[in-house]
């Protein structure tokens, strides 16, 4: 289960998409439906088994972008179950467009191409009105998702509060309500709120899905607490549900690396990585490599990161590869690395590496 909370995860790093330098770019925005229509290829998702076995189902909406050959240079889920993502991007990344022309020239478009994954139990998924009319809260879950994927959290939590008056034992909706407390930094309400849920399922027992989303958003709430042994407990939990669950245990390393834990961190992000390889866990075991003085461990893991990365963490990986060449004594691979983040404009890192070489 990929966390939809992933996108605001605890002590993650926030940077900016790097651009390019060079010629200034032209880059349009298309609709779903303008994007279908150009698609010379298009890829339909594989439905995961684990998903099929939660019962999970629904549209996941993946932002692409497309470089002025047609080719998807990046893709990532803004929306949908988080067991379906994964495979909605890969799906996406495998699609192919008409080149867009803007005033005679090739450009680059970004778009969201929508998958739905559909339960084959000769069932139709009730959807929009037809679903809401079977359940009430749903309505307002619906909304409120949106809400949330538009960063309006005051307002997604007024709907997730009215989705949990209409339907008090709404696992579902609980949860949702502790994200968007989360999202929007009131983290103690989070904590409350998924705990609650957890404390008062007595009288339904709670599926494994229901538990593994309440524990993960308990979880997030303590750590940003600096509750971290009341964080890594919950995660543990989760982990041991699921064993197939990589990124639970990215974030039980981040939780145990402020707590000072490396050594169990380093061993959270192995399992991690052998479950799938991810940019985010290749790049934390890379900095805890660096900061240990594993070098070659070190290399291997920011070079690893680079190579599965096309987004915020290509830059500090570049940065953390040019600093662990420094150490190496390897000056002419640490300016690789300098030019490199001149290359995809990052000029701070670009220029704090380059100071480090010239010390």
Known sequence: MKSIIVVSLLFSISLAQAGKTGETETVVRKSGVALEQEAINKVEPAFPPIAKAARASGAVKVEVTIDEAGKVVSARAVSGHPLLRDSAIAAARQWKFKPAMISGKTAKVVGVLTFNFALDDGKKPATGEARSNLDPSQAHIDRGTALLDSNRFDEAIAEFHEATRIKPDSHFARYKLGVAYIKAGRYSEGESTCEGALTNSREKQLDDIDLSNLLTCAGLSK??????????????????????????????????????????????????????????????????????????????????????????????????????????????????????????????LAEQLLREINK
């Open 223 to 348: 750590a940003y607490l600096g509750k971290y042994d009341d964080s890594i407990k919950a995660f543990k939990q989760v982990a041991d549900m699921n064993p197939a669950q990589y990124d639970i245990r990215i974030f039980l390393a981040l939780v145990l690396r402020r707590k000072g834990d490396d050594e169990t961190a380093l061993a959270a992000l192995k399992e991690s990585v052998a479950l799938k390889q991810t940019s985010h866990a290749y790049f934390l075991l890379g900095e805890i490599y660096l900061e240990r003085n594993s070098l070659k461990e070190a290399v291997d893991s920011y070079r690893k990161c680079i190579e599965l990365e096309d987004g915020p963490f290509m830059a500090p990986a570049s940065y953390g590869l040019g600093r662990a060449y420094l150490r190496l004594g390897d000056k002419r691979s640490a300016m690789n690395e300098y030019h490199e983040l001149k290359k995809i404009n990052n000029p701070l």
